[in-house]
DNA sequence: AAAGTAATGTTAAGAAAGTGACAATACTTA
DNA sequence: TAAGTATTGTCACTTTCTTAACATTACTTT
């Protein structure tokens, strides 16, 4: 199965379908259905099979899926059957929010080391992370081999600190900031900007 | 131009422009280019003209788009020409990084009232508000005519949160819970999960 | 054991989204 | 002023995505 042919759209539903697996997982659930994922995350059942279908055959006809099959057989498939580590950039409130999140663990991702530019805040501790000077982010990331990183400055100095965590090989970048940024094709990268969901949110107020 | 017609993913696309004008605008552009536009962001210029073609012209021909004036534009389409009083549940790590987080004012947003379950917070200030009991979602939220809220709670809780504040007449729901929700199909509900962005990008590494 | 029920894997049709091309228009330069 | 350049508005085409339908398989019940 050539990843390459697979429609990025579908390799986005991927993780949600993972998150409902934990959950019916959490509920005590054995088994599960396309038609009961499809009632639970509103999406139709055909496509739930279909897009599952991509990567092999993981249910069984009359049936259904087995959660705790599926679920490791989403892990392999997204490469979260592994524990990355993951850069952060920024130690403000956001940072700090980010590095306490106990969300990631257990899901593919762990924050490994932290930089921030403000010398106030370099030396300071967060939660067992030492936070290094934003100098370091080159050695310091090449050094670890982390290919994983995640950007929580102002949004003035966003671009600026991509370009080094690009310089230093990140592979795949998840920004915080609420503005766009230009890499290189070969990185990824994803934001979070909760004013996006809102405003496309209140349109339909 | 009648609304209904208009397709969601067009919408989804609005604040990713009024982003990107706001940032033209800072850096003291006066006027724009569909092709400017998707340069950076990464999205056809024929895309773009398309999308804002379904509210109407906005350009001139051979000149391109005055910035302030799409902007104005996009702000009335998406209904952020005014301020939204938001409520918040949850006053944890993650909560109290989204009050002092400064990005929703100017964009349309104004976080009104914070709400916690936990005695401990309960009476506590965080940037001028000061947070009141879960028991009062559903009184204070009819009394200030909140209709957007986020969800800021462990994963375990945030059904139940959310059950109270549809009961209470919130019509759009920002979730930061690694989990979804079932709401009312009257209710407009969007996601903020980080993980599910990384899983994403690591599927690809 | 047979009939009934449930659910997948799979295909084909339908719907939606994106792209390319170009006439029309505005500005710029010689 | 005339020619050249830039860029929108717009349409038709192409590609992609979604849905509906159903044969096949597995389990359950009588």
Same mark, same amino acid.
């Given at each position: 199965?050539?990843? %390459?042919?697979?429609?990025?759209? /579908?390799?986005?539903?991927?993780?949600?379908?993972?998150?409902?697996? %934990?959950?019916?997982?959490?509920?005590?659930?054995?088994? %599960?259905?396309?038609?009961?994922?499809?009632?639970?995350?509103?999406?139709?059942?055909?496509?739930?099979?279909?897009?599952? *279908?991509?990567?092999?055959?993981? $249910?069984?006809?009359?049936? $259904?899926? !087995?959660?705790?099959?599926?679920?490791?057989? &989403?892990?392999?498939?997204?490469? /979260?059957?592994?524990?990355?580590?993951?850069? &952060? /950039?920024?130690?403000?409130? &956001?940072?700090?929010?980010?590095? !306490?999140?106990?969300?990631?663990?257990?899901?593919?991702?762990?924050?490994?080391?932290?930089?921030?530019?403000?010398?106030?805040?370099?030396?300071?501790?967060?939660?067992?992370?030492? /936070?290094?000077?934003?100098?370091?982010?080159?050695?310091?990331?090449?050094?670890?081999?982390?290919?994983?990183?995640?950007?929580?400055?102002?949004? $003035?100095?966003?671009?600026?600190?991509?370009?080094?965590?690009?310089?230093?090989?990140?592979?795949?970048?998840?920004?915080?900031?609420?503005?766009?940024?230009?890499?290189?094709?070969?990185?990824?990268?994803?934001?979070?900007?909760?004013?996006?969901? *809102?405003?496309?949110? %209140?349109?339909?107020?």
């Amino acid at each position: 199965m050539p990843p %390459t042919t697979i429609p990025d759209i /579908v390799i986005g539903r991927l993780p949600v379908y993972l998150r409902a697996l %934990t959950q019916f997982e959490i509920s005590g659930n054995k088994v %599960t259905s396309s038609h009961e994922m499809g009632e639970h995350l509103g999406i139709s059942s055909a496509q739930i099979r279909k897009d599952l *279908l991509h990567f092999g055959e993981f $249910g069984k006809q009359g049936t $259904g899926y !087995n959660i705790s099959y599926l679920k490791e057989q &989403l892990e392999v498939i997204l490469r /979260v059957n592994q524990e990355w580590d993951v850069a &952060l /950039v920024g130690a403000g409130g &956001l940072g700090n929010a980010i590095v !306490n999140y106990s969300g990631f663990r257990g899901r593919g991702f762990r924050i490994a080391v932290v930089f921030d530019n403000n010398p106030a805040k370099i030396g300071q501790k967060i939660d067992d992370l030492i /936070v290094l000077s934003a100098d370091q982010i080159k050695t310091k990331i090449s050094k670890m081999r982390i290919r994983i990183a995640m950007v929580a400055v102002p949004s $003035g100095q966003a671009q600026s600190v991509t370009n080094k965590l690009v310089e230093a090989g990140i592979e795949s970048i998840l920004n915080y900031a609420p503005t766009s940024l230009t890499v290189p094709s070969k990185v990824r990268i994803h934001h979070i900007d909760p004013v996006v969901g *809102l405003q496309h949110m %209140t349109y339909y107020m």
